[in-house]
C-alpha cells in the first residue's frame, strides 16, 4: 500500500546551543490523520524540536516542510497551515477572551465566525470568562484560551507543547477526546507530552527522545 | 560545592558528538535513589549574632570591587555633582539677572504662571505614581518571609512610608524652584513657590497612603483629575498669554504673593501631618496582596531600566492597567483577513477614549512653538510630541512585534500586519495634519511665514515623521544579548540596547532634518516613503537572514554530496 504524503517531513535535524548538542540527526515524517507523541525525559529536546519546527527557533542544520513548504515562522502559508500552542503564546492586554477568538477566526477568513467562536468557548468551557482579559485569567483558563485559538481557525497541522499543562483532570480528558476527533478527520498531530493519557489514548506513534538527541522510536499502535 | 556535586556535573557533561539516529528501543537503566533526611535530633539554639556574622562573611566573599574603586567612583561622581550643580546655579544666575530685566507682559505671566503650572503638574504626578506603586509596598521576598511572621507590619512598613513622602517633598521642591529662580524672582519667593509646591506634593502623598490603608481611590482620582486640569489650563493660559490671545494675569505685589504661599505651605503642612498620622495608625491592615503588586511593578521596572528598554516599561504598565480594569463589555469584529485587525485597532479607539487626550494636547504643541518664535524647529518638536502621542495607538503592533507567538497565528506576511496596524494612527495623523496647517503657516506675527502650500506640507511632512517615529518605537526588540557587543566605557554592551533609546527620535530627525535645514520638502517626502518601505517589513531581516543560511545549507549539503560520489575513471584508450 502506498504511503500517505506527509504533511510535516524532518530530515536531518540539528540543534545546538553553543556546545550542548540538543537534536542531531532528527528525522520525522508525520502523514494527515497521524498523531505522533513526543516524550522523554526533561531537558532531552522535545520543545526544542517543536519550537524548530514551527520557526521560532532556527535550526543549525537539517530540514523542515510542511505540505512541501519549507517552515519559515514569518511564512504565511505556514502560518496558515500550522496551528501552535506552545509557552510564548502571548495575547493582547486589552482584548478579551472572545475577542481574540473572535480577531482570529475573522483573520483566518472562516465565513460565520460567530458561530465558530460560540462553538469553541462552549468548548473550552470559558463562556463566563468571555469578557475577561487575558491578564486577569488562571493559568489554567490561558492554558484553555491558548488551545482555543488554536482549534478556531483552519489548520493542517497541529503543534501542542505539553498541552496538559495546568489544565485539570477532567480538561486532559475533554482535550484527549477531543485530539482523537481531530485526528479521525484527517488533522496530522504532533505532540511533546509527559501524560500517558493523552499518549495511549491520542498518538498514533511515540517517538520517544533520550540523551543528546538520540532518537528510539516506538509505537502505541 | 561538594567533591560528590562536582562529579555528577562532570558526569552528565554531554560528549562532543552526538549520537546519530537510532532507530532502536533502548532499555531505560532503572536509577538507585537514595533520599536525604534529616538526622533524628533536636535543633541547636542559634545565636543572631552568629547569624550576623555568617551574613557579613558572605557578603565579604561576594565583593567585585576594592575600597580604592569604590573611592575612585564616589570622586568622579562628587566632581560630576559639583560641576552640574555649578553650571545649574550659573545658568540661574544668568536667567534671574536677564528675566529680572524682563517686564511684558509675556514675562510676567510666565514669572506667575509657570510655577503654578509645575505645582499643579506636582500634585496630580504625585497622586498618580502613589496610585500606581502603592505608595506603600513591600518586595515579594518580604511577602513571603516577613509577612507571614508573628511581627506587626506597621513597625515593617513605617519605614516604607516615609521614603515616599520624603521623595513627595523634595523632588516638587527642587523642581518647582528652580523654575521659579529660572523666571527671575527672589530667593524669598523661590523659597516660598518650593515649599507649596513640596508640602502639597507630600500632602498628595500622604492622602494615597491613607486611602491605600482602607483601599479607596474615588477621591483620589477626582483630585487627580482636578490638578491635572489644573495644570493644563495654566499651561494654555501661558501660550495664550504669549500671543496676546488673553491679556497678562494681573500681579499683585510680590510680598503679598509670597506671604500667600507661606500660608498655603501651612495648610499643606498641616494637612500633612494629621494625614501622616491617619496612615501610620492604619499600616497594619493593609492587604498582603496590595502591598506586593507595588512591589512586583517596581522590580519589574528596575529590571526595565537596567536593559534600558523603554517599550518594555510601557508594556509592564499597560498590563497592569489591563490587570486592573479586569473585564470589558465585548464587541464583535468586523471584516475578514488583515481588515480584521484594522476594525480592531478602530473598536480600541471606542474603547480607550483617553488615548486622545495626549493627541489633543499635542495639537497645541505646534501652536506653541510658533508663538515662542522657534518655527524653524517646529517639525522636529512637533514630530517627536506627535510620536508620544501616537504610541497608544499602536498597541496591537506592540503586541504583535514583541514576541512571535501573536503573529504566528494570524495567516499573515509581516507588511500586511504591520501596514494592518499602521492604518488607524495613520488617518490620526492625517486629521492631525490638517488641524495643525495654520501653526505650520504662521499664526501670529513673530511665527513662521510660510506659502499655504508649503505649510501643508511641512504640515504632513511632520505628521509623517511622528507616525513613522511612533512605529518605529513600538517595534523595538529586545537587546540580543548573543550577538557581537559593542565597547563602552560601562563595559561591553549589546548595541541594541543603546540605540533602542533613540529609535522614534531619529526618524523624525531624519524625515524632518530637510525641513529645518531649508531644503527643499520632497527631500523630507522621499526619506518618509523610505522609512516608510522599511518600517513595514519590506526588507525583513530576519526572513532574509533565514533564507540566506538555508541557501548556504543546501549548497553545502550539495558540495558534500558531490564529494561523497564514486569517480569512475574514463576508460583508457
Redesign the interface.
Known sequence: MARKTPVLKIAGLRKAFG???IV????LEVAAGEAVALTGRNGAGKSTVLRCL???D?PD?GTIEVNGV?A???N?VI??DV??V?D?????????V??HL???A?????PD??AAVDEVLHEVQLVPQ???????LSSGQRRRLALA?AFV?PRTLLVLDEPEQRLDVEGVAWLAERLVAERERGLAIVMATHDPVLTEKVATRVV?L?????????GSE | MSKKSRKLIRSGV???E?????????TEPVAKRTFFFLPDAEPVDVDERDLHDLMKQWRHGRATRTIGQVISDSYVTLFSVVLVGAMITSTVLNAQHGATACTTASCNSGRLLLPTAMIFAGYALAIGLSRLFGPVLASAAEGSWLMDAPISRRRLLAGRLVIPVVVGVLVPLLATGLVAALSGMDWRSVAAWALASGLGAAAMVAMSAAEQTREREVLLKGLQLVWTLLALATGVAVIAVAVAWIPAPSLSTEANLRMSLFAVSAVWLLVLVVLLAAALRRLNLIRRARLLSGGSLVAGMQGAMFALDMGLIRDIL??RR??E??????????????S??VW?DVE?LF??PGTFVPLVLSLLVPYAIDALRMSQLNPLISGLALTAALVPFL??LR?LS?????????????T?IRTAAMVVPGILAVLWAMMTVPAFVGFTDTGADRTAWSGLMAAAITAAAGVFGAVRWVTAGKADYSAPMMATASGALPPALIFNLFRGIDMVALITAPLILGADPLWSVGLAVVVFIGLRGTF?L??LR?EQ??MQ?DAARAKTERNDRIKIAPPKR
Request: hydrophobic share 35%.
Open positions: 556546545p550542548v548538542v542531531d540527526g532528527f528525522n514551527i520557526g521560532a532556527r542544520d519549507r519559515s515562522e514569518t504565511p502560518r496558515r496551528a501552535t506552545i510564548d503564546l502571548d495575547f493582547f492586554p486589552d482584548l478579551s472572545v475577542e473572535d480577531l482570529l475573522r483573520a483566518h477568513g472562516i465566525p460567530d468571555s469578557g475577561q482579559l487575558p491578564g486577569t485559538t481557525r520517544r533520550g540523551d543528546r538527541g538520540r532518537v528510539d522510536e516506538g | 554531554p560528549a562532543a552526538p549520537a546519530a539516529e537510532a532507530v532502536e528501543v533502548a499597560v498590563e489591563a490587570i480594569k479586569g473585564h470589558v463589555r465585548p464587541t464583535k469584529g468586523r471584516g475578514l483577513g488583515p480584521a485587525l480592531r480600541r474603547r480607550s498597541g496591537s503586541v514583541r514576541t512571535g507567538g501573536l503573529a504566528r497565528m494570524l495567516p499573515f506576511k509581516t500586511q525583513n530576519d526572513e533565514a543560511e538555508a545549507r
